[in-house]
T-cell receptor, first 118, second 113 residues
Framework: GAVVSQHPSRVICKSGTSVKIECRSLDFQATTMFWYRQFPKQSLMLMATSNEGSKATYEQGVEKDKFLINHASLTLSTLTVTSAHPEDSSFYIC??????????????FGPGTRLLVL | GDSVTQMEGPVTLSEEAFLTINCTYTATGYPSLFWYVQYPGEGLQLLLKATKADDKGSNKGFEATYRKETTSFHLEKGSVQVSDSAVYFCALSGVGNFNKFYFGSGTKLNVKP
């Protein structure tokens, strides 16, 4: 149990285009989802936290107009990188927490999406 | 504020060697502690966790004990395998706040045959 998927696993895009990354909880309802960014050989940096049906809460220094997050259902959250630039190239990882006791006391991580902006 | 410090890598071991990856934390109260593993090109997988002092988390031969007196949660394994090669992250979540995770910088483990 507690499987989180991401799509796509890898994406290459041109500078100035927008890219959407999906994060799905496959076998539990994710009341809260998180988006992280990971630079090479570094730890994870939390970008934002989203609760189903409400606006995301962004960490300090993260541009909410650039990284649009939608958590429309209990199993799906999307991150859209708008007008992507080469400096947005990174590994983006989502995680999810459920509302039931079994899925509540930790975060379950997706496999990540490698974004390369040319 | 809350934080996690773990030993820098890479750590290179021969197969069947004993592994220790040190992790210490700073937090108020009694946070929950976690070890996650990240294989190349993949996301993080929960390896083990402990939610209160003196608890021992264990999984796949890995163990870590929540030591409140030394604020530590060191990861150990008695005999590593090549398949254990990965990056290991120590993390904590705030007391009752599983929405806020603090990660260490990660320790890369290389196990040679």
């Amino acid at each position: 149990g507690a499987v989180v998927s991401q799509h796509p696993s890898r994406v290459i895009c041109k500078s100035g285009t927008s890219v959407k990354i999906e994060c799905r909880s496959l076998d539990f309802q994710a009341t809260t989802m998180f988006w992280y960014r990971q630079f090479p050989k570094q730890s994870l940096m939390l970008m934002a936290t989203s609760n189903e049906g409400s606006k995301a809460t962004y960490e300090q220094g993260v541009e909410k107009d650039k990284f649009l997050i939608n958590h429309a259902s209990l199993t799906l959250s999307t991150l859209t990188v708008t007008s992507a630039h080469p400096e947005d190239s990174s590994f983006y990882i989502c995680s999810a927490r459920g509302s039931t006791r079994r899925y509540q006391e930790t975060q379950y991580f997706g496999p990540g999406t490698r974004l390369l902006v040319l | 504020g809350d934080s996690v410090t773990q030993m820098e890598g890479p750590v290179t071991l021969s197969e069947e060697a004993f592994l220790t990856i040190n992790c210490t934390y700073t937090a108020t109260g009694y946070p929950s502690l976690f070890w996650y593993v990240q294989y190349p090109g993949e996301g993080l997988q929960l390896l083990l966790k402990a939610t209160k002092a003196d608890d021992k988390g264990s999984n796949k031969g890995f163990e870590a004990t929540y030591r409140k007196e030394t604020t530590s949660f060191h990861l150990e394994k008695g005999s590593v395998q090549v398949s254990d090669s990965a990056v290991y992250f120590c993390a904590l979540s705030g007391v009752g706040n599983f929405n806020k995770f603090y990660f260490g910088s990660g320790t890369k483990l290389n196990v040679k045959p």
